[in-house]
């Protein structure tokens, strides 16, 4: 089985411009996360999908982030217009809905560096 | 609000001796505590979790316990070896929802 795939694994941007995180999540998985660890801190959560649908939003830092997930399949993150504060790695997660457990399968993540 | 504190930050052991991370919760609806391990470069892995319901689980070399009243969840790795070195994360979530994560433990463990 596939694990949770993440592109890119590395991006390096400048303030103000625009940058689109991937995330496909396990096949069959309904519930899809992502989470962002900012160096040496926690890793935080950022927003959580069922399907194409936005369940919990509440970690979003601001309107410069737009998560979509259109089909209910891979999701996109846009960060638009980046800033300095944005830098970290960037997690997506996923688990099935329904399921004997809800364990959280990560990706590798997405490092972000904003110049 | 929501919050989960994890301590120590950082943890040296001797190879073969025992390691602790303990963290506590805040918020009492928690009843899913997984732990995941991240070594370096890689993606956090689920090693353990436990629910609400239980007390203790053990996997091998690694336990966890958890004591709901008092908001408090443990790690225990016994007989560490180097390849256990990396960071740890504790984390709490209602069932099926977001995880809050602690700060993490930076577990190194010296042959």
């Known amino acids: 089985e596939a694990g949770v795939t993440q592109f890119p694994s590395h991006s390096v941007i400048e303030k103000g411009q625009t940058v689109t995180l991937r995330c496909d999540p396990i096949s069959g998985h309904d519930n899809l996360y992502w989470y962002r660890r900012v160096m040496g801190k926690e890793i935080k959560f950022l927003l959580h999908?069922?399907?194409?649908?936005?369940?919990?939003e509440s970690g979003m830092p601001n309107n410069r982030f737009l998560a979509e997930r259109t089909g209910g399949t891979y999701s996109t993150l846009k960060v638009q217009p980046a800033e300095l504060e944005d830098s970290g790695v960037y997690f997506c997660?996923?688990?099935?809905?329904?399921?004997?457990?809800?364990?959280?399968?990560f990706g590798p993540g997405t490092r972000l560096t904003v110049l | 609000g929501e919050n989960v504190e994890q301590h120590p930050s950082t943890l040296s052991v001797q190879e073969g001796d025992s390691a602790v991370i303990k963290c506590t919760y805040s918020?009492?609806?928690?009843?899913?505590f997984p732990w995941y391990k991240q070594e370096l470069g890689k993606r956090p892995q689920l090693i353990i979790d436990?629910?609400?319901?239980?007390g203790e689980k053990k996997d091998q070399r690694i336990a966890v316990t958890l004591n709901k009243t008092a908001k408090h969840f443990s790690l225990h790795i016994t007989e560490t070896q180097p390849e256990d070195s990396a960071v740890y994360f504790c984390a709490a979530t209602p069932f099926g929802g977001k995880l809050i994560f602690g700060q993490g433990t930076e577990l190194s463990v010296k042959p």
């Open positions: 997660a996923s688990s099935q809905v329904g399921g004997r457990t809800d364990t959280q399968y």
């Open positions: 918020d009492s609806a928690s009843n899913y």
């Open positions: 436990i629910r609400s319901n239980v």
């Open positions: 999908f069922v399907k194409e649908s936005k369940q919990d």
